[in-house]
């Protein structure tokens, strides 16, 4: 079973437009990471928040964490293009192993 | 420094045939870890080695087995292919084992079993 869970299953916005979406999960975390994958691909690291803090930035990503909720959201701003892909969160509830959510597919829309 | 890469690229099996996936790790890593991914799922973690040794396995039957080599790359071996099988195979290499080591993933093996 999955660990993470994301919502929404799929986005679809406008260039230029904000996306959002929101991970919740069901056990402790010591960190929450989100990754990309474009295509059936490889997965690429977005960024990294710690269960002590409650929001980073990376560029135009926005990652914020409510360890109270169990849930994070990302937020990516004026979105382009290239931003079509799908983001995973993904939790360290183990030492070894990350567990990954089934994902949010987002399309950008020129 | 080179990333990760996973050969072969694509692959297709027959039922009950037996697999093996490759895997290089980036420069300096000494820890791979193996997940499946099926169409429209997020990865699975199948297992995690760490110097050569399994550190860690996800909830796989021992039909899914692995290596990892002196020089940090890795092999993953699946017996008796079964159609459920299909999926994505893709390794992540990351510099130890800390939680906050980010974990690079290569760009996949996509195994299809017919």
């Known amino acids: 079973s999955q660990q993470g869970e994301e919502d929404p299953q799929a986005l679809s916005i406008q260039e230029g437009e904000n996306a959002t979406m929101n991970c919740s999960y069901k056990t402790s975390i010591n960190n929450l990471q989100w990754y990309r994958q474009n295509s059936g691909r490889g997965l690429v690291h977005l960024i990294l928040?710690?269960?002590?803090?409650r929001e980073k930035h990376s560029g135009r990503l926005r990652v914020t964490l409510d360890t109270s909720k169990k849930s994070s959201s990302l937020l990516i701003t004026a979105s382009r293009a290239a931003d079509t892909a799908s983001y995973f969160c993904a939790t360290d509830g183990s030492a070894y192993k990350l567990s990954f959510g089934a994902g949010t597919t987002v399309t950008v829309r020129a | 420094e080179t990333g990760v890469t996973q050969s072969p690229t694509h692959l297709i099996k027959t039922r009950g045939q037996q697999v093996t996936l490759r895997c290089s790790s980036q420069s300096g890593h000494n820890t791979v870890s193996w997940y499946q991914q099926a169409l429209g799922q997020g990865p699975q973690f199948i297992f995690q080695?760490?110097?050569?040794?399994?550190?860690g396995r996800g909830n796989f039957p021992p039909r899914f087995s692995g290596l990892q080599f002196p020089n940090y790359s890795s092999e993953l071996n699946v017996n008796a292919l079964e159609l459920d099988d299909s999926a994505l195979y893709l390794c992540a290499s990351s510099a130890g084992l800390d939680r906050t080591d980010t974990q690079y993933f290569g760009p996949g093996t996509r195994l299809t079993v017919l």
């Open positions: 928040i710690r269960s002590n803090e």
């Open positions: 080695y760490y110097r050569e040794e399994e550190n």
